[in-house]
């Protein structure tokens, strides 16, 4: 097969990649309700708190769904706050590939 063509057929061949829009939450509280774990005064306190102290990982929260995060490290900065996530989602994991991540409008 011509490289070119081998190219083009890679990508035809990868996932689209999406925006997704929700909050920042940890998997203890997925659908950021933090009212039982109550591990800070506020939900970015408990977030980062059951992330570091439970072992949680981030996870993205828009309402309905639950998505786990392949990028653990930058949504630290934006706990408990609405942002859009841009990646390719892995349908039967629920996991977002991030490309990036920054303040919902």
Known sequence: ???LLMTLLAFAAA???QTFTGT??????????HS?????????ECT???????DATFVLYDGKN??????????????AKKVTVTGTLDAKTKT?????ITPAK
């Open 24 to 33: 920042i939450t940890d998997s203890m509280c997925l659908k950021a309700d």
């Open 96 to 100: 977002i590939h991030v490309d990036s």
């Open 48 to 54: 980062i708190a059951c992330i570091r102290e439970h």
């Open 1 to 3: 097969m011509k490289p």
């Open 15 to 17: 996932p689209p990649q």
């Open 36 to 44: 039982k774990m109550q591990m800070g005064p506020t939900d970015a």
């Open 66 to 79: 639950v998505y786990s995060l392949s990028d653990q490290r930058t949504p630290e900065k934006f706990a």
